[in-house]
């Protein structure tokens, strides 16, 4: 990222009660700002006691197969998840792309986590304890999809982004 479009994004999720954080190269530190207008980021601990500030991995690129992200935070990856690739996240998942590798949300036990991608299909698909897999034939579909846990099973729905 490019310092300006990594502060939109920081400032972008802050809105929002998340917070954002890259996988990789870290951008260049920014001027210290006046005091009164400077916030410090939340400790661990006070992000765990505040239920409305959440963590939030961003992958700006497609996983190929082999590559695994593991992270107790929510996952956003903006590119496609492709076979033989893995994200173990212990919050929920975003893919902006085609998801065909084996993802599992809520790993650390989160019932709530979910599950989105423009077309899901993966290898394999888990929240939380369960676990499904794709049927041997799927079509795309043109929406999006949400996967969830509904009456203690993963339920796909199509939804609108």
Known sequence: FLKEEFARLQKLFHE???????????PEEEPA??????????????????????????VNRTLRGGQEIRTESSVLVCGNVNPGAQIIAGGSIDIRGTCRGLVHAGASGDTDSFIIADHLMPTQI????????????????????????????????????
């Open 33 to 58: 700002a006046p005091a009164a207008k400077k916030q410090k980021a939340a400790s661990p601990a006070a992000r765990k006691k505040d239920p409305h500030v959440q963590e939030m991995v961003v």
């Open 126 to 161: 888990r929240i939380a304890n369960l676990i499904a897999r794709s049927p041997d034939h799927m079509e795309m579909t043109e929406r999006a999809e949400r996967a969830s846990i509904k009456d203690g099973q993963i339920v796909i729905e199509p939804i609108e982004r």
């Open 16 to 26: 929002h009660g998340l917070i954002c954080r890259t996988m990789g190269e870290e």
